[in-house]
């Protein structure tokens, strides 16, 4: 083989080794743009998460206040409903109710 005709076969070497290394090249643009549109839209989904976390939690912290409040009101509740004074404006209440049923059926008479 010639110089001439080695210089020929490195010189068509060397456009397909071009040819290929931008090929190459033109594969890991589009990759790397692939990868890096996933990882934007996993950062939007995961900031969306993490927004609705915070509001799960922020409902979470008024719903247990708002149980706790209702406890104390069960609470006190309790306590009147076993003081001696309900009892007997319970009692005095239902015998009202009793004396206007018997009144009502002296009526009907």
Do not use: C, H, P, W
Request: hydrophobic share 45%; glycine share 4%.
């Amino acid at each position: 083989m010639t110089t001439q005709e080695r210089a020929v076969d490195q010189s068509k070497g060397s456009g397909i080794t071009a040819a290929m290394d931008a090929d190459k090249l033109e594969r890991a643009r589009r990759d790397f743009e692939i990868a890096n549109a996933r990882v934007i839209d996993l950062t939007a989904r995961l900031t969306e998460f993490n927004r609705d976390l915070l509001a799960a939690r922020s409902e979470l912290g008024l719903a247990k206040l708002r149980i706790s409040e209702l406890e104390l009101q069960a609470a006190e509740l309790a306590e009147l409903k076993s003081s001696r004074a309900f009892r007997a404006a319970r009692a005095l209440g239902n015998a009202r109710a009793s004396a206007r049923a018997d009144a009502a059926k002296l009526l009907r008479r």
